[in-house]
C-alpha cells in the first residue's frame, strides 16, 4: 500500500462524501448517480429571485476545487465528474434547475473541451426551459504561446471569488459575466512541477521536470532542470511576465502561488519567499496563498498566477466568504524588522578579568581532558544517539579555552566564574547537553552568591537542571555521575571520592538498558546493554582530572 485509497473508483464520492459531512452543504443522492454539491442555505424561489447563482465544476482531483468553494461569497454550488473528467450534460443540468431563480445563473467553465461541450450544452438545455444562464470560459495558461484554446488553471479560483462577490452584492448577472470575462482576460498563470501526478491505483510516470504542465496530468511544454528554488521561480515568472506585457498589462500584482498537490509547507514557503523577491516588494500588492487551490491530485510542482491589482479585483478578493477552502488576500509589504536585544544585563565575561593561576590551569586540564576524550564520547554516543557528544563537549571546551586565552573569564571568584562558563556553554556548546550544563553553571553562580557555599550552590544547580531537563538519577543520563559526585562533597568526602562516586556512576549507566530522557530514550534496550552513556562518562573524566590536579 502506497497511499491510503479504497477502490481507486470510489475516491471521489469518499472525498465529496466528507466535504458534504463538514460543510453546510447539500448533496445529490447517490442513487441518482450525480456528482452535485449545492449550499444548504440556497432557494431558487428565495436567494435566487434576487441573486445570480454562481455554478462551477469539472473533473475530480483538483481539491478543494470546486467544492472547497461554496459558501456565501463564491459558488452556490459545483458539479463534479470522475477524476480529471467532464460532469455529464446531465449533471451540470440537474445542478442549474436546482440552483437558477428569476435573477439568473453563470457557469464558470474551465478551457477543456468536455468542459465546454457538457457545460454549454446543459446552458442551452437550460435556456430552452426559460432559465437565465451565461456561462464564461476561464483560459489563464500561458505555457502554450499563441495557443488558440488555453487551458483554465488556478487563476479560475479568482473568477469564483469576483463572480460570487458581484452576486451576493446583488449585481444583474449580465454585469457579473462581463466583469468575470474582463478579469479572465487580466489573468496569467504558469505551473511547474518534478513529478506527475499519481492516479489512484496506478504508478506515477517517470517524467523529467516540465514547465507548462496541465492540471489533468498533460505533459508540460518543455523539459527543465531547475537545480533551486529560485531557478524554478524564475522560468515560471518569465514567460508570465511576457504574456502580461504583451497584453499592455503591468504590475504592482495580485500574486497568486498554487500548490498542485505534493509540496510541503516548507517549499510553498520558500517559494513565496522567492516570488517576493523576484518581483520586489513594491510590484506584489497582494498575495493569495501559497495554498492548494487547484491541485492535481499528488504532482510535484506549483504554479503562479498574476493579476494586476486593480481596485475593483483587489475589493472582491478581500470580501469575505464562507467558503472553506478560500485563503484568503493578504496584503503585502517590505517586512518591518527590529533589533533583538540580546545584550547581557550582568556580563559575567570581560576584558582583563581577575586571574588566579591556580583554577585557570585546572581549567586548562580539564578543556584538554574533554579534547582528549572526544572519538571516545562520539563512539558511545553513536552507540545510543547521534554521535556528537564529543564534538558538542569540545566545542564548549573550546570556548571556555578561547575565554580563558583572551583573560575574560573570572577565575579568582568562583561566582562570576560560573556565570561566566554558563554564559559560553549557552552560547557556543549547543544541544540540549549544551543547554543544561549552562543551567548548571548559570544556577550554581547565582546560588553561590547568595549561600557562600561552593558545594551546596553546584547542588542547586543540579537541582535546576533536574527541574528544566526533566531527568534525574537513573534515567541514563550525566546525572548519574553528577549527582553521586556531588554528593559525595556534600557528606565531607574528599575530591578523590567524588571521582570514584562519578565513575561508579558512569559505569552504572551500562547496566540501565532502559533510557527515560534524551535520545537514548528512543533507542532499543538491547542497543544500551553494557554502553556507558556518554555524559556521564564525561562527567566522571572531569571529576578524575580535578582529583589529579588537586
Same mark, same amino acid.
Given at each position: 500500500?502506497?497511499?491510503?485509497?479504497?477502490?481507486?473508483?470510489?475516491?471521489?464520492?469518499?472525498?465529496?462524501?466528507?466535504?458534504?459531512?463538514?460543510?453546510?452543504?447539500?448533496?445529490?443522492?447517490?442513487?441518482?448517480?450525480?456528482?452535485?454539491?449545492?449550499?444548504?442555505? %440556497?432557494?431558487?424561489?428565495?436567494?435566487?429571485?434576487?441573486?445570480?447563482?454562481?455554478? #462551477?465544476?469539472?473533473?475530480?482531483?483538483?481539491?478543494?476545487?470546486?467544492?472547497?468553494?461554496?459558501?456565501?461569497?463564491?459558488?452556490?454550488?459545483?458539479?463534479?465528474?470522475?477524476?480529471?473528467?467532464?460532469?455529464?450534460?446531465?449533471?451540470?443540468?440537474?445542478?442549474?434547475?436546482?440552483?437558477?431563480?428569476?435573477?439568473?445563473?453563470?457557469?464558470?467553465?474551465?478551457?477543456?473541451?468536455?468542459?465546454?461541450?457538457?457545460?454549454?450544452?446543459?446552458?442551452?438545455?437550460?435556456?430552452?426551459?426559460?432559465?437565465?444562464?451565461?456561462?464564461?470560459?476561464?483560459?489563464?495558461?500561458?505555457?502554450?504561446?499563441?495557443?488558440?484554446?488555453?487551458?483554465?488553471?488556478?487563476?479560475?479560483?479568482?473568477?469564483?471569488?469576483?463572480?460570487?462577490?458581484?452576486?451576493?452584492?446583488?449585481?444583474?448577472?449580465?454585469?457579473?459575466?462581463?466583469?468575470?470575462?474582463?478579469?479572465?482576460?487580466?489573468?496569467?498563470?504558469?505551473?511547474?512541477?518534478?513529478?506527475?501526478?499519481?492516479?489512484?491505483?496506478?504508478?506515477?510516470?517517470?517524467?523529467?521536470?516540465?514547465?507548462?504542465?496541465?492540471?489533468?496530468?498533460?505533459?508540460?511544454?518543455?523539459?527543465?532542470?531547475?537545480?533551486?528554488?529560485?531557478?524554478?521561480?524564475?522560468?515560471?515568472?518569465?514567460?508570465?511576465?511576457?504574456?502580461?506585457?504583451?497584453?499592455?498589462?503591468?504590475g504592482p500584482w495580485i500574486a497568486v502561488i498554487n500548490d498542485l498537490g505534493g509540496c510541503s509547507t516548507q517549499e510553498l514557503g520558500v517559494l513565496a519567499d522567492v516570488l517576493l523577491r523576484q518581483l520586489g516588494p513594491s510590484q506584489v500588492s497582494h498575495l493569495l496563498g501559497p495554498a492548494p487551490l487547484m491541485t492535481s491530485l499528488d504532482m510535484h510542482g506549483f504554479s503562479v498566477t498574476l493579476l494586476?491589482?486593480?481596485?475593483?479585483?483587489?475589493?472582491?478578493?478581500?470580501?469575505?466568504?464562507?467558503?472553506?477552502? %478560500?485563503?484568503?488576500?493578504?496584503?503585502?509589504?517590505?517586512?518591518?524588522?527590529?533589533?533583538?536585544?540580546?545584550?547581557?544585563?550582568?556580563?559575567?565575561?570581560?576584558?582583563?578579568?581577575?586571574?588566579?593561576?591556580?583554577?585557570?590551569?585546572?581549567?586548562?586540564?580539564?578543556?584538554?581532558?574533554?579534547?582528549?576524550?572526544?572519538?571516545?564520547?562520539?563512539?558511545?554516543?553513536?552507540?545510543?544517539?547521534?554521535?556528537?557528544?564529543?564534538?558538542?563537549?569540545?566545542?564548549?571546551?573550546?570556548?571556555?579555552?578561547?575565554?580563558?586565552?583572551?583573560?575574560?573569564?573570572?577565575?579568582?571568584?568562583?561566582?562570576?566564574?560560573?556565570?561566566?562558563?554558563?554564559?559560553?556553554?549557552?552560547?557556543?556548546?549547543?544541544?540540549?547537553?549544551?543547554?543544561?550544563?549552562?543551567?548548571?553553571?548559570?544556577?550554581?553562580?547565582?546560588?553561590?552568591?547568595?549561600?557562600?557555599?561552593?558545594?551546596?550552590?553546584?547542588?542547586?544547580?543540579?537541582?535546576?537542571?533536574?527541574?528544566?531537563?526533566?531527568?534525574?538519577?537513573?534515567?541514563?543520563?550525566?546525572?548519574?555521575?553528577?549527582?553521586? +559526585?556531588?554528593?559525595?562533597?556534600?557528606?565531607?568526602? #574528599?575530591?578523590?571520592?567524588?571521582?570514584?562516586?562519578?565513575?561508579?556512576?558512569?559505569?552504572?549507566?551500562?547496566?540501565?538498558?532502559?533510557?527515560?530522557?534524551?535520545?537514548?530514550?528512543?533507542?532499543?534496550?538491547?542497543?544500551?546493554?553494557?554502553?556507558?552513556?556518554?555524559?556521564?562518562? +564525561?562527567?566522571?573524566?572531569?571529576?578524575?582530572?580535578?582529583?589529579?590536579?588537586?
Amino acid at each position: 500500500m502506497e497511499r491510503f485509497y479504497n477502490a481507486p473508483d470510489q475516491v471521489v464520492d469518499a472525498v465529496l462524501a466528507a466535504t458534504a459531512a463538514t460543510s453546510d452543504l447539500r448533496i445529490a443522492a447517490p442513487e441518482s448517480g450525480l456528482r452535485i454539491l449545492i449550499r444548504e442555505d %440556497w432557494d431558487r424561489t428565495d436567494q435566487g429571485r434576487q441573486q445570480v447563482a454562481i455554478l #462551477s465544476g469539472g473533473g475530480a482531483g483538483h481539491e478543494p476545487a470546486h467544492a472547497g468553494y461554496i459558501g456565501d461569497g463564491m459558488l452556490t454550488g459545483a458539479i463534479s465528474g470522475s477524476l480529471f473528467a467532464s460532469p455529464s450534460v446531465e449533471a451540470v443540468l440537474a445542478a442549474i434547475r436546482d440552483v437558477c431563480g428569476e435573477a439568473g445563473c453563470l457557469l464558470v467553465v474551465k478551457n477543456y473541451t468536455g468542459d465546454r461541450l457538457n457545460f454549454g450544452l446543459a446552458a442551452e438545455r437550460a435556456r430552452r426551459e426559460g432559465l437565465a444562464v451565461e456561462m464564461v470560459i476561464v483560459a489563464d495558461d500561458v505555457s502554450i504561446q499563441d495557443a488558440p484554446q488555453p487551458r483554465g488553471i488556478a487563476g479560475t479560483v479568482l473568477v469564483h471569488k469576483l463572480a460570487g462577490y458581484l452576486a451576493s452584492q446583488k449585481t444583474p448577472l449580465t454585469e457579473i459575466k462581463a466583469a468575470t470575462e474582463s478579469l479572465c482576460r487580466s489573468l496569467a498563470s504558469l505551473g511547474m512541477a518534478l513529478s506527475p501526478a499519481a492516479q489512484p491505483g496506478q504508478r506515477p510516470a517517470a517524467r523529467a521536470p516540465e514547465l507548462g504542465l496541465g492540471i489533468h496530468n498533460e505533459s508540460g511544454t518543455r523539459e527543465v532542470d531547475p537545480q533551486s528554488a529560485d531557478e524554478a521561480m524564475a522560468l515560471v515568472l518569465a514567460p508570465l511576465r511576457d504574456a502580461l506585457t504583451n497584453r499592455h498589462l503591468s504590475g504592482p500584482w495580485i500574486a497568486v502561488i498554487n500548490d498542485l498537490g505534493g509540496c510541503s509547507t516548507q517549499e510553498l514557503g520558500v517559494l513565496a519567499d522567492v516570488l517576493l523577491r523576484q518581483l520586489g516588494p513594491s510590484q506584489v500588492s497582494h498575495l493569495l496563498g501559497p495554498a492548494p487551490l487547484m491541485t492535481s491530485l499528488d504532482m510535484h510542482g506549483f504554479s503562479v498566477t498574476l493579476l494586476p491589482a486593480a481596485a475593483e479585483f483587489v475589493d472582491a478578493l478581500s470580501a469575505p466568504t464562507s467558503a472553506p477552502a %478560500w485563503p484568503g488576500l493578504r496584503p503585502c509589504r517590505a517586512p518591518t524588522t527590529f533589533a533583538p536585544d540580546t545584550h547581557q544585563a550582568h556580563d559575567a565575561l570581560s576584558e582583563d578579568a581577575p586571574q588566579d593561576t591556580r583554577i585557570t590551569n585546572q581549567l586548562k586540564r580539564i578543556v584538554a581532558t574533554l579534547r582528549d576524550a572526544r572519538q571516545d564520547l562520539d563512539a558511545l554516543d553513536a552507540k545510543s544517539g547521534d554521535g556528537d557528544a564529543g564534538a558538542s563537549l569540545q566545542s564548549g571546551a573550546d570556548a571556555i579555552a578561547a575565554a580563558l586565552e583572551a583573560g575574560r573569564l573570572n577565575t579568582q571568584a568562583m561566582a562570576p566564574l560560573f556565570a561566566g562558563i554558563g554564559q559560553l556553554l549557552s552560547r557556543d556548546m549547543g544541544g540540549s547537553s549544551g543547554v543544561l550544563l549552562s543551567i548548571l553553571f548559570t544556577a550554581a553562580g547565582a546560588s553561590l552568591d547568595q549561600r557562600g557555599d561552593l558545594v551546596e550552590s553546584l547542588a542547586d544547580g543540579i537541582e535546576k537542571m533536574q527541574t528544566y531537563g526533566g531527568a534525574k538519577p537513573g534515567d541514563r543520563t550525566m546525572l548519574d555521575a553528577l549527582v553521586p +559526585a556531588i554528593e559525595s562533597l556534600q557528606r565531607g568526602e #574528599s575530591l578523590s571520592q567524588a571521582a570514584q562516586a562519578a565513575r561508579d556512576g558512569a559505569q552504572a549507566t551500562a547496566t540501565l538498558t532502559r533510557a527515560n530522557a534524551g535520545r537514548s530514550a528512543y533507542v532499543p534496550e538491547s542497543a544500551l546493554q553494557g554502553v556507558v552513556d556518554p555524559g556521564a562518562e +564525561a562527567v566522571a573524566r572531569v571529576f578524575e582530572t580535578l582529583a589529579s590536579t588537586t
